[in-house]
């Protein structure tokens, strides 16, 4: 099986395009996978560390509103579906998979153009323009969630790393305190707004931090890469009083093991974000960020009304706010695991074999169709 997946631009397309392609050698460990991206995405450097091929065709990035490069976008189009039917011809693709975005809308083209079968995968409770249009060439339509509006959906979940995936929390607590130099016995607070951080978060943090560790928790926060000196000066200053109980770290590598050492979260809501947690079965509060369509505020709603989190509004996160939320939170164990076993029912860790069956039976109406 000769497979191309689209899902280029951010960590939300990429990460479940790469489960995916491992999935697939995983089923399939004969099959060709190639990857279509840009030259200004994440894909550049994620892709050929995971191993795989990367194809690239030019960006076609989506206007929010009417602009001057509104008037040049079909152009573009053109020109990225040109580019993107010879990736597809060359290699000759079995199937196209597109996980959104703008590498995703040329390649559902160039696909039609072929008659390459499409399978069409929508992490996002409000699905973009391309996996809008995609979704109406095909009948293979995954989904994240129950409730996503695209024609012919099926709920998959949406494809996690494997060490998400396969994560036994309580079986790796205490290896994961270890690895972040944690106390291996104390309420357990994980901070993270992605890989630059989260301004409005960090601040609401470092405002509530004496409040937290007054009240004997402690505090794993992933701040940023910029904001590294702020949080080390913090962190001293929180050792000085109250022991190493507050670790700092730029970014983390090893999510599995900060999932497993945590009993709770603060973070945005994304796509991806809202997928691992509910996996794990870690409770959170969610604090979505207010940009584009208001997608993750809509990505939290699901595990907040099963019971699994918190919801708090960007403009309204303050560090007051902050600690009001996560001290009773956090001094209650059994709440904590009525929390995580609600958000447990709406993960699933084999979202990225769901996605390659459907894969598998839309690559078999090509051989059927010659």
């Given at each position: 099986m000769k497979v191309v997946l689209a899902g280029g631009g951010t960590a939300g397309h990429i990460e479940p395009a790469?489960?995916?392609a491992d999935a697939v050698l995983r089923a399939d460990p004969d099959a060709q996978v190639t990857l279509l991206g840009t030259e200004r995405g994440l894909e550049v450097r994620l892709v050929p560390e995971r191993g795989y091929e990367l194809a690239l065709?030019?960006?076609?990035?989506?206007?929010?509103?009417?602009?001057?490069?509104?008037?040049?976008?079909?152009?573009?189009?053109?020109?990225?579906?040109?580019?993107?039917?010879?990736?597809?011809?060359?290699?000759?693709?079995?199937v196209l998979v597109g996980f959104g975005g703008y590498v995703a809308l040329p390649a559902y083209a160039a696909a039609r153009r072929l008659?390459?079968?499409?399978?069409?995968?929508?992490?996002?409770?409000?699905?973009?323009?391309?996996?809008?249009?995609?979704?109406?060439?095909?009948?293979?339509?995954?989904?994240?969630?129950?409730?996503?509006e695209l024609p012919h959906a099926?709920?998959?979940?949406?494809?996690?790393?494997?060490?998400?995936?396969?994560?036994?929390?309580?079986?790796?607590?205490?290896?994961g305190r270890a690895f972040f130099g944690l106390d291996p016995s104390l309420p357990t607070l994980l901070v993270f707004g992605g890989s630059q951080g989260a301004r409005r978060i960090n601040e609401a943090t470092a405002g509530a931090l004496r409040t937290l560790l007054d009240n004997g928790f402690q505090v794993l926060?992933?701040?940023?890469?910029?904001?590294?000196?702020?949080?080390?000066?913090?962190?001293?200053?929180?050792?000085?009083?109250?022991?190493?109980?507050?670790?700092?770290?730029?970014?983390?590598d090893r999510m599995d093991l900060a999932y497993a050492a945590a009993d709770l979260a603060v973070c945005r809501a994304g796509a991806i974000t809202c997928a691992e947690l509910a996996a794990v079965g870690l409770p959170a509060v969610y604090?979505?960020?207010?940009?584009?369509?208001?997608?993750?505020?809509?990505?939290?709603?699901?595990?907040?009304?099963?019971?699994?989190?918190?919801?708090?509004?960007?403009?309204?996160?303050?560090?007051?706010?902050?600690?009001?939320?996560?001290?009773?939170?956090?001094?209650?164990?059994?709440?904590?695991?009525?929390?995580?076993?609600?958000?447990?029912?709406?993960?699933?860790?084999?979202?990225?074999?769901?996605?390659?069956?459907?894969?598998?039976?839309?690559?078999?109406?090509?051989?059927?169709?010659?």
């Open positions: 790469l489960a995916t065709i030019p960006p076609v990035p989506l206007p929010r509103r009417p602009t001057p490069d509104l008037l040049r976008l079909p152009l573009r189009i053109r020109a990225a579906v040109r580019q993107t039917t010879e990736v597809l011809r060359s290699h000759q693709a079995d008659g390459v079968p499409i399978v069409v995968h929508e992490a996002n409770a409000k699905p973009g323009l391309a996996n809008r249009i995609g979704a109406r060439f095909t009948s293979f339509v995954g989904v994240a969630s129950p409730g996503i099926q709920h998959v979940g949406i494809p996690l790393r494997r060490s998400i995936a396969l994560l036994d929390r309580d079986a790796a607590r205490a290896e926060h992933a701040v940023g890469q910029g904001n590294v000196e702020a949080a080390t000066k913090a962190a001293a200053e929180a050792a000085a009083e109250a022991g190493p109980r507050y670790v700092p770290v730029p970014y983390v604090v979505p960020l207010p940009h584009g369509n208001g997608e993750q505020r809509f990505n939290a709603v699901p595990t907040v009304s099963a019971g699994g989190g918190v919801l708090v509004a960007d403009g309204e996160l303050t560090a007051s706010r902050l600690a009001e939320e996560v001290v009773p939170l956090l001094g209650d164990r059994a709440r904590l695991d009525a929390m995580g076993a609600s958000a447990a029912t709406l993960g699933r860790r084999d979202a990225d074999d769901r996605l390659v069956e459907m894969v598998r039976r839309a690559a078999a109406q090509k051989s059927v169709g010659g």
